[in-house]
């Protein structure tokens, strides 16, 4: 990172100023832990990557002012499976596990030990993909290892304190016998039970309205206890000494669950961490919080389809956390880029404007934090998105035909645009309007109907490309045909739609002269 670039950015991006907060309110320690979680309850989807990614980007900030960080990410697959989302597979067998333990619930892939597992390896795969690796912490091994059960007795204990606290946001207040303890019947594994006896040690009685049991528990012996998720969250606070975890505006929400767990977790000897309010993403033309459980997710690993690596983290770090935006997969795909690009080439830029001088900055700073790794040591082959996209559909998808046609492309910067040339591939295919999609016309194709002036522009414009394309720019070329039009009295119209028809079998398409040039003098030849 370049010096001047790290001394600038305590007073710009948003994860340098949390970074400062940190230290600030939390003072100067030996070790900072930074926490994110979720329940895989579901496909773990890009709204849950907006939390990961923004704990990630406060993350490496803080590393890079020296502090050593431990980040911590847990998968709450402890908790209670309680809706079968749209996306899975195997409907009814699923059903039959509702209100059990997301742990018991079987891979209906077939591919892990539970449906918990699927959902958290399919995400531990692709965050390292964006440079996002973090300690994963799995909440149903902690639990049933009894590492908790000194916390459950401590809340236990202080249950009068708690519930004054719940009683504070709630409309109806919880009954003077509530204990604030669930627990999975050891008999049905449901959650479907009432925790009616403590007596004060570490025995409890619960009562199952499933299957019927009443039985006894011993808090150091049974894997079966947990803590309700409002006294879990601020119990975990505590534990694991955190000192940064944001959330989700619902959390954050008057008498959310934020609300009562920074006050909950003085009960377990701790203090609240530093946080942030992270807004809701949505995707482009489908409005609403998505949601894992509903099952209509678009998951880290659609988005990646179709941007970059570093185009991803790019979309994050470019982006407030509290500012809510949709993922696209439209048109907008190409702006995503080519913002992406200038913000690249301003960073690579020696000698700035004084008018890019003044968002350099902060520019050069999101495109630190986009990188998965280190900033490149050069520019990478800069591109068009558009132009690419062009190349690829010229050359019917063949990556290695596209950068073989890039003469000044250097091996170092090819690794990059293979990526690049993946994805607006993809783009191209599964997302792309129709009218942005083409594929060049084959050499034995019939050609369309051409008569009087149109058929002697079409002769002119053979013979230009044929003896003057390689020898004049776009502008003297365009000229020379535009001159052959007004001679024949043909309008750009007519000229446009017969020459989209050979090229590409419709009657409009990229901009024609600048295409002509990309397909090049051979093949056009053979076209014309």
């Keep these: 990172m370049r010096g001047y670039n790290a001394f600038m950015a305590d007073s710009f ?5 949390t970074a400062d907060k940190i230290i600030r309110e939390k003072g100067d320690k030996e070790l900072y832990v930074c926490a994110s979680g979720i329940t895989p309850s579901g496909t773990v989807h890009i709204g849950n990557f907006r939390e990961i990614i923004s704990v990630a980007l406060t993350v490496r900030a803080l590393r890079e002012k020296g502090k050593k960080v431990r980040f911590l990410y847990s998968w709450d697959d402890y908790d209670v499976f309680r809706k079968v989302p749209k996306n899975m597979p195997q409907q009814e067998l699923l059903e039959t596990f509702l209100r059990q333990p997301i742990t018991s619930v079987p891979d209906v892939y077939g591919l892990y030990d539970s449906y918990a597992q699927y959902n958290e390896k399919t995400l531990e795969k692709l965050l390292p ?8 912490i799995y909440q ?3 639990y049933r290892n009894g590492d908790y059960a000194d916390q459950i007795k401590r809340a236990l204990d202080n249950k009068d304190e708690i519930r004054r606290i719940l009683n504070e946001h709630r409309t109806a207040p919880l009954p003077e016998d509530w204990l604030p303890v669930s627990v999975f019947c050891e008999k049905c594994r449901r959650d479907t039970t009432d925790v009616y006896d403590y007596d004060g040690e570490h025995t409890l009685r619960y009562r199952c309205s499933s299957c019927g049991a009443d039985e006894a528990l011993d808090l150091y012996r049974t ?14 606070w505590a534990f694991e000494k955190v000192d940064f975890e944001p959330a989700g505006k619902d959390h954050h929400s008057e008498g959310g669950s934020f609300d009562t767990a920074k006050k909950i977790v003085a009960v377990f000897g701790g ?3 530093v946080t942030f309010q992270y807004d809701f993403i949505s995707i482009k033309g489908r409005g609403g919080k998505i949601s894992s459980s509903g099952g209509d997710v678009i998951g880290l690993d659609d988005v990646l389809e179709v941007y970059t690596p570093e185009v991803t983290r790019y979309l994050f770090a470019g982006t407030r956390p509290n500012t809510e935006f949709a993922v696209s997969f439209d048109l907008d795909v190409l702006k995503i880029y080519e913002d992406y690009e200038s913000c690249e080439r301003l960073y690579f830029t020696q000698n700035p404007t004084p008018k890019e001088q003044s968002k350099k900055a902060k520019s050069d700073r999101i495109y ?12 990478p082959y800069q591109i068009s998105i558009r132009h690419l996209c062009n190349l690829l559909q010229i050359h019917d998808g063949s990556i290695d035909a596209v950068l073989r046609s890039l003469k000044d492309l250097k091996p170092s910067q090819e690794a990059r645009l293979r990526q690049k040339s993946e994805c607006a591939w ?21 050609k369309p109907a ?3 002036g149109l058929a002697a522009v079409m002769s002119d414009v053979r013979d230009l490309v044929a003896e003057k394309m390689d020898n004049c720019d776009e502008k003297t070329f365009g000229e020379a045909v535009y001159a052959s039009m007004q001679e024949h009295n043909v309008t750009s119209a007519e000229f446009f739609t017969l020459m989209y028809q050979t090229l590409i079998g419709k009657d409009k398409g990229p901009r024609l002269i600048n295409f002509m040039y990309t397909i090049g003098r051979e093949r056009l030849l053979t076209l014309l």
């Design 13 to 17: 991006h948003w994860a340098d100023i």
């Design 129 to 136: 993909i964006v440079g996002v690796e973090p300690e994963f």
């Design 140 to 142: 149903s091994v902690k």
């Design 223 to 236: 894997e079966s206890a947990k803590l309700p998720w409002r006294i879990d969250w601020p119990m975990r």
């Design 271 to 273: 203090e609240a961490p």
């Design 368 to 379: 630190e934090l986009s990188q998965v790794k280190e900033v490149p040591s050069e520019c």
């Design 426 to 446: 993809n783009w191209i295919t599964k997302f792309a309007p129709e009218e942005f999609r083409f594929s060049l016309r084959s050499a034995d194709s019939p």
């Design 450 to 452: 051409a008569e009087n």
